[in-house]
Nanobody
Framework: QVQVVESGGGSVQAGGSLRLSCVAS????????MGWFRQAPGKEREGIAA?????????YHADSVKGRFFASKDNAKNTWYLRLNYLKPEDSAMYYC?????????????????????WGQGTQVTVSS
């Protein structure tokens, strides 16, 4: 069993930055990716970034956030991060971290949920104009 806890959300003005953190506890050798998803009110949850848990630390970013959001990790701390830069009001959403076994992406780089089994409770990001 894997437990996932996000933190780092908050309220910022447009153009600002935040760094979200995700701590995973427990062990599961099948976990190969940590993903970041977001859900705005009235919209479906969208997978925006992911990073492999192996030594390559390969990152994946959806086209909608590429160049502004950056996934990273600190193996020593068992912590994953999502840096949010140049935030826009439309980035306001609940952001979730999840641990997954496999990764499937759409043609626009959106990460699908189906490979992700363990989810955190989310951390709110609010961007004001």
């Amino acid at each position: 069993q894997v437990q996932v806890v996000e933190s780092g959300g908050g309220s910022v003005q447009a153009g600002g930055s935040l760094r979200l953190s995700c701590v995973a506890s427990g062990t599961n050798s099948n976990i190969k990716y940590m993903g970041w998803f977001r859900q705005a009110p009235g919209k479906e949850r969208e997978g925006i970034a992911a990073i492999s848990t192996d030594g390559t630390s390969t990152t994946y970013h959806a086209d909608s956030v590429k160049g502004r959001f950056f996934a990273s990790k600190d193996n020593a701390k068992n912590t994953w991060y999502l840096r949010l830069n140049y935030l826009k009001p439309e980035d306001s959403a609940m952001y979730y971290c999840a641990a997954g076994r496999f990764l499937v992406r759409s043609r626009t780089g959106v990460i699908e949920e189906r490979g992700f089994d363990y989810w955190g409770q989310g951390t709110q990001v609010t961007v004001s104009s």
